[in-house]
């Protein structure tokens, strides 16, 4: 007789949450659909972009006039620093751009674009990963960092091409060593090291990464003891050697120096810059391409209470030292900004807001975790919050992309805010310049209004800042263009007076002398600015001119002629002049093709000098 089974049975209670799925779970298809609606938002909020045009803040540098992309120059792109930065890979990607469009910004903007929605697309996968697959969190953390407005910066900025570049090797990075902790296969670890080696060449801000590998144990409940740290010497080892190498680069211009400010002041700059962008990533206002350093007379009381907020922030992460959440989302935001905490201070400005492109990762994810955890309880009033932050912070990426259109809707911006900032001012008055001379002759009231107002830009910021030497080169370049050699020649050597080693004031003076009809001088000039500055277009233009007209060293100046033309080759008063040096080295055929050239690039040739070509049959 068989015994009976009783089963006892549950009652019935109050539905439960399903349990997130484990990684690897979830199909394709159930992704797609968050990972496409993230990807299309960002999509339309930055689509103004494709529209934009370069600017003159920087893309002159990296574009505009680099000499590496038109071949390309193999050699100098693994070889030379540019801007005050080695980022060989980056450079690659523009080498690549160039060969497709040459000086078409559209090409250049849509790398930037794909590439942020490639990032984009990275970070959901990378919180979809670490998460266990909580796939509303890698959606709204994904979207947060998409359409951030202070995410613009980075993508809508030709120049920024490193912030996006560095960033896809980093995420992939970051994702390998999740796979490596996942599966105990070195493999991901080895992948991860050459992604990591691939975003340092990129840009050096990608050295913090050994750091965060560290903060992944931490999240997968690695301990850290000496055999995880050991196994991350090859990532500090190559973080150490750019690091060292970016630091010595940066030192001889890029990093302010300790003179301008006492030293105690950095603290505060630090903490300043971190109070900055954690506001920022909840209330993105104001937005400025440029964000000035206070006086030093003046600090201004947030920078003096900017501790306070440090040590509260502190607090805040001790409080809370047992929630991981919060512990991973903060210092994710911390550690990728340590190395711009302005303690060292780069660059021209405080703030800068492509610095929070990697670090709002953090905080995105910390906020999406928190409200994710109380997401039964607030349901409705999660969702509202959230579209309505996300409405919001869309409308403002969508607008800010058009004050990226060219280098004036830039610097007006910035003058709406910093009115009394010198770099701005000589930023727009660079712009204005440009746009001055690339007008017909015939518009010449409209081309003195304009460099009248790039004059009274230039005249602003020596007022306010009287040793500003970009202020300086700016308007002695207009009085040089007006025509006005005498103030020219006055700004030149205050110029040379503050800064011995500016090539700029070598070649206005070698200019001025040049019409003065003082050759010896104008060449002596033009040569010790070309020691200064071997490869400035213009500076070997006018040498080459020089040459021609004056000494009649043809070949010397066929030299510069063809060094310049390699560095700017859509540049036809370039051709111009070499067609001239052509034809009284009696080449006519080469003549005449450089004079088509300068046709086809738009130069003016006088009608003398087509009746000279024409009548050599």
Partial sequence: MSKKKYVKIKKPGPPQPALAKKPGTSSKQSLLPWLLAALGVTAICLFPMLQNEF??????????????????????????????????????????????????????????????????????????????????????????FG??????????????????????????SLLQYWRYLETGKRTGLWISLVFF????????????????????????GRPINRRSLVEKIPFFAAA?????????????GAIAGFDMYPLWVRPFFGCYTLMVYT???????????????????????????????????????????KNKTIVFGILFFIINLLLILQVLSIGFTIVSERYTYIPYIGLAFMI??????????????????????????????????????????LWNDVISKFPDAPMPRTGRAGYLSQIAAELEPQMTSTKDSLYKIALDDCNHAVKISPNEPIAYEKRGLIYMVMKRDTEAMTVATTLIRLQPVNAMGYYIRGMVYLRSNEPQKSLDNFNQSLALKPYNDFVLDGRGSLLVNSFQRYGDALNDFNQAIRISPLKGGFYMNRSICYYKMGNIAMAKADAQKAIQNKAQISDYYKSLLDSHK
């Fill in 279 to 321: 506001v920022r990533f909840f209330i993105p206002y104001p937005l400025s391409a440029f964000h000035p350093y206070p006086s030093p007379d003046d600090l201004g009381p947030f920078v003096l209470i900017s501790p306070l907020f440090v040590v509260g922030l502190l607090y805040f992460l001790w409080r809370f030292r």
């Fill in 147 to 172: 359409i951030h407005p202070l995410h613009v910066e980075s993508v809508a900025w030709v120049a920024e091409r490193k912030d996006v570049l560095y960033s896809v090797f980093f995420l992939l």
């Fill in 55 to 144: 600017t003159n803040w920087d893309d002159q540098y990296y574009v505009l006039n680099n000499r590496l992309l038109k071949g390309p120059d193999w050699h100098g792109i693994f070889t030379e620093p540019v801007v005050s930065n080695y980022h060989p890979v980056t450079m690659l990607s523009l080498a690549l751009n160039y060969s497709i469009s040459q000086l078409d910004p559209f090409s250049y903007l849509l790398f930037n674009y794909l590439l942020h929605l490639v990032n984009t697309a990275l970070v959901f996968y990378f919180i979809y990963k670490i998460t266990g697959g909580k796939i509303e969190v890698a959606f709204l953390t994904a979207l947060i």
């Fill in 368 to 409: 999406s975790m928190l409200l994710y955890d109380v997401r039964y309880k607030f349901r409705n009033t999660i969702i509202i919050t959230a579209s309505l932050v996300a409405v919001v912070f869309g409308f403002i990426t969508f607008q800010r992309t058009k004050i990226w259109k060219n280098g004036g809707t």
């Fill in 197 to 220: 080696i691939l975003s340092l060449l990129s840009k050096p801000a990608a050295t913090i990464l050994p750091l965060v590998l560290i903060l992944l144990d931490y999240w997968k």
């Fill in 240 to 252: 150490l050697a750019l690091g060292l190498y970016t630091y010595s680069i940066q030192s001889r």
